[in-house]
C-alpha cells in the first residue's frame, strides 16, 4: 500500500489553488479599475467647457497671474524693494525701482518699498522661482490664466495691477478630479 505523507494531506485539504483564485480577483479588481477609469475619461473628463462663459478649473499648485500683497491689519504693502525676485527670475521680467519710506506716510513695513514694480508677462515662463524667493510673501503666484492681449505693452503689469484683485477667479478643481 502507498504511503501517504503530510504534504499530500494539506494539498487535499486545500481545495483550488489559492494562487489560482487571487489571480482571478485581481484580474477582476483590475478590470473594473480599467473600466471605471475609462467610463470617467468618457464621461467625465472630455465633457465640452463652455468658454469663456465656463472656465477651465485649475489644480490648486497652478501657477498663474501673481499677486502682490498687503499687510490686512495696517494695509502697508508687503514688498519692501529688495530685488530678490527679480534677481532669481530667469526671464529677467521683474524690474524693482525700490525708494526710501516716508516715516509720516509710510507705503511699507520696512525701511524702503518698491516705487516701481513691473513683471512683463509676455517674458514669463512661470516657474514661480519669483515668489520662491520673496522672504516676505510679498508677491504669490495664482490662479488666473486668461492674460492674453492684443498689445505688447499692455503685458508689461504693473505695481497697481499686481496689487490689485483680479477680476474674475479661475475656479479651482480638487486633487482627485
Ligand atoms: S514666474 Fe518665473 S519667469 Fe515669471 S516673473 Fe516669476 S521668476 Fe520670473
Ligand atoms: S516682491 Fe519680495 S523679493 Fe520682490 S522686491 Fe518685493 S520684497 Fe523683495
Do not use: W
Not at 100 to 114: F, H, I, L, T
Request: hydrophobic share 35%; with cysteine.
Amino acid at each position: 500500500m502507498a504511503q501517504i505523507d503530510e504534504d499530500d494531506i494539506i494539498l487535499v485539504q486545500r481545495g483550488p489553488s489559492p494562487t489560482v483564485a487571487g489571480g482571478f480577483y485581481r484580474s477582476f479588481v483590475e478590470t473594473a479599475r480599467g473600466l471605471k477609469t475609462t467610463l470617467f475619461k468618457v464621461f467625465g473628463e472630455t465633457q465640452t467647457i463652455q468658454y469663456p462663459e465656463e472656465k477651465t478649473p485649475v489644480y490648486p499648485r497652478f501657477r498663474g497671474r501673481h499677486k502682490l500683497h498687503t499687510f490686512e491689519d495696517t494695509g502697508l504693502e508687503k514688498c519692501v524693494g529688495c530685488s530678490l525676485c527679480a534677481a532669481a527670475c530667469p526671464a529677467d521680467c521683474i524690474r524693482v525701482v525700490a525708494a526710501e519710506n516716508d516715516p509720516n506716510n509710510r507705503v511699507s513695513a520696512g525701511e524702503r518699498y518698491a516705487a516701481v514694480y513691473e513683471i512683463n508677462m509676455s517674458r514669463c515662463i512661470f516657474c514661480g522661482y519669483c515668489e520662491v524667493a520673496c522672504p516676505f510673501d510679498a508677491i504669490t503666484m495664482g490662479h488666473d490664466y486668461e492674460l492674453s492681449d492684443l498689445n505688447r505693452s499692455d503685458l508689461i503689469f504693473t505695481k497697481e495691477m499686481l496689487l490689485a484683485e483680479p477680476i474674475e477667479r479661475t475656479p479651482l478643481r480638487t486633487e482627485d478630479e
